[in-house]
């Protein structure tokens, strides 16, 4: 494979890269910003560079500098992580020029896929069902209303630019649309850089339900099963689990060979994830693409037995998949928690801070994901996420005991410090997640439930 | 989009991205190259890489107080490799005992192939340089210690 590989991230998905790479012989590089100097992953890689100050923008979102390191220590191909550049075209292509392997899709691939407005268009080219909604993204507020109104409200209006939850609205009332259109446009502009916005369909009851694919070089894909993450907080995602609760099989093999349809209809290398939203009639519609590991990517391995990373690795320096779609047999059930520094009563506002005592769970089919330690300080300058808690069972119910047990072992505290983890157990307790009944509105229902019940 | 609303967008990016106007930008798009300039009282010359947007980082040496006493050091803006000369085999850009005033370049700091000057931010008398010609540094490194009194 690779002699040297290069990690251009922080924080757990860095320890996590780290170790598949040791697992495989292959001699890691970090790259850390002042406040990581000390990081976890400095005590797993071979060798550390420090490339930057604290804000991302001259750390982990400097390519010149992470280039450079790359160049000093000779590593051969970079692994982005999630967030930071894992998806920005310029930096792949800047790894291409320098004969560096960036371990994602090609530069213009995610160029494509990035912008939410062509992809939708690639996607139902290449035949996946999508929302009604704008073919292209809409330039004027007067067609968008024309749009709007024949699809039919609500509606939600998205930038093109935008992702991971930010940059869209929920349009319910005609007379509200013009607004809503002009604030979203002038966010996207502010936000993005990007003013351009695109207008769908809004399902009010759905699922977020996704598709992981893995591609190889030589246009080769398969799906390795799905999972739901229906548990969002201001569209981020806090609970994952796999299978997909009230799908039947069949339902997945179709959105499985659709995302996989998708995949190779734009050229995608790498692992990809494929959004969609699932109806209460169980009808799907492509949302977008994920050119990236996902943070929840740990639900899959757990009952694929197949490492993402590993695969992103061999996939990078060429090799074919060893993996047919005969060879993917989920088994069982598996969930991941996101243990996040910060205060579900003050609207999951961040709590940096010092570590007094960060205790995490063991026993059986239980794994933890984390760079955070006893005395480790929670940077204000990074995302709050702390830990991920995977469990593991034969059965969803088994699963959903076996969390929350390890959520109970779980003990996090320090100064300042607030986390999540009872607002999980409420979740996990919900008869409506208990049951597999709910859907995306599950956190804000009970956030607006426990205000009611305050009152 | 054409070729100038892409150029016209990365111009714009770049603008937002720099920490200060800059004096000058020249961009071209064929095999895309930017320029950015600032004025010498702020900052030195800082170049984005070939197709890069959002990356252009300005040069400004900052001196390392955490040190007590009279000792500051200059110290690496970026990652990159140390030289301590113009070009191989020219006189140093300063040497041991000499004084340095404010805004006076003692070396060079090549990052991507890209040659910037590095300035010291005080005045000093050279006790030091601490890293040889040539030499791979990471951000924050000291590279020549000052006695400043």
Redesign the interface.
Same mark, same amino acid.
């Given at each position: 494979v690779f002699s040297t590989v290069l990690i251009a991230n922080r924080g757990e998905i860095a320890v996590r890269v780290a170790r598949t790479c040791r697992e495989m012989g292959i001699r890691t590089v970090a790259v850390v910003s002042t406040s990581d100097l000390n990081s976890a992953v400095t005590r797993i890689a071979d060798e550390t560079r420090h490339i930057g100050p604290p804000a991302a923008r001259r750390s982990y979102r400097n390519a010149a500098a992470i280039i450079e390191a790359a160049l000093q220590t000779g590593a051969e191909a970079i692994h982005p992580g999630y967030g930071f550049l894992s998806e920005d075209p310029d930096f792949a292509e800047i790894c291409e020029l320098h004969g560096i392997t960036f371990l994602g899709p090609p530069a213009h691939v995610i160029a494509e896929l990035g912008d939410k407005a062509l992809a939708r268009k690639k996607m139902a080219d290449a035949g996946l069902p999508i929302l009604p909604g704008s073919r292209n993204a809409v330039d004027d507020v007067d067609s968008a209303k024309d749009i709007a109104d024949s699809i039919g409200y609500p509606v939600i209006v998205k930038a093109v630019a935008g992702g991971g939850g930010r940059g869209m609205s929920v349009v319910d009332d005609p007379g509200d649309f013009v607004a809503a259109f002009t604030a979203a446009r002038a966010q996207a502009q502010a936000v993005f850089g990007d003013s351009r916005i695109y207008v769908e369909r809004f399902l009010e009851s759905a699922r977020h339900v996704e598709i992981q694919v893995l591609a190889d070089q030589h246009g080769n894909a398969v799906y390795l099963g799905e999972r739901d993450c229906s548990v969002q907080r201001r569209n981020q995602k806090i609970i994952e689990e796999t299978p997909a609760p009230g799908l039947t099989r069949e339902h997945i093999a179709e959105m499985g060979a659709a995302a996989v349809l998708g995949a190779l209809a734009v050229g995608y290398v790498g692992a990809a994830t494929f959004e969609f939203l699932v109806d209460d009639q169980g009808r799907f519609y492509f949302m977008e693409v994920n050119c990236r590991i996902q943070v929840e990517h740990p639900v899959t391995e757990m009952v694929t037995g197949v490492d993402m990373v590993r695969e992103q690795l061999l996939i990078g320096a060429g090799h074919r998949l060893s993996l047919g779609q005969e060879d993917i047999l989920p088994f069982g059930a598996a969930v991941e928690c996101r243990i996040n520094a910060e205060d579900p009563a003050r609207e999951f506002l961040p709590t940096p801070g010092h570590l007094t005592e960060f205790t995490m769970p063991g026993g059986p089919f239980t794994r933890v994901d984390t760079h955070a330690h006893p005395g480790f300080t929670i940077s204000p300058d990074y995302d709050p996420l702390l830990a991920k808690v995977i469990v593991w069972a034969p059965d969803r119910q088994q699963a959903l005991a076996r969390m929350a047990r390890a959520l109970d072992e779980t003990r996090i505290s320090g100064d300042a410090v607030e986390t999540n983890i009872d607002f999980l157990r409420t979740v996990l307790a919900t008869p409506a997640f208990q049951d597999g009944k709910h859907t995306t509105q599950l956190v804000d229902q009970l956030i607006n439930s426990s205000l009611t019940s305050e009152k | 989009m054409t070729d100038f609303d892409t150029l016209y967008?990365k111009v714009?990016?770049l603008l937002? &991205?720099a920490p200060r106007t800059p004096k000058r930008i020249e961009a071209h798009v064929g095999d895309a190259s930017v320029l950015m300039e600032w004025h010498a009282e702020s900052a030195v010359t800082g170049v &984005?890489?070939? &197709? &890069?947007? +959002? !990356?252009v %980082?300005p040069v400004v040496p900052s001196a390392d107080t955490a040190d007590t006493g009279h000792l500051r050091y200059v110290v690496a803006p $970026?990652?990159? !490799?140390f030289y301590c000369a113009p070009e191989p085999g020219a006189d140093p850009f300063v040497t041991v005992g000499e004084v340095v005033s404010d805004g006076q370049q003692v070396g060079i700091l090549e990052? $991507?192939k890209l040659m910037n000057p590095l300035k010291s931010e005080l005045a000093g008398r050279v006790v030091e340089v601490l890293v040889a010609d040539g030499t791979?540094v %990471?951000? +924050?490194?000291r590279l020549v210690t000052l006695d400043t009194r």
């Open positions: - | 967008d714009i990016g937002h &991205a &984005a890489a070939p &197709a &890069a947007s +959002g !990356t %980082e $970026m990652i990159g !490799t990052t $991507m791979a %990471e951000y +924050g490194q």
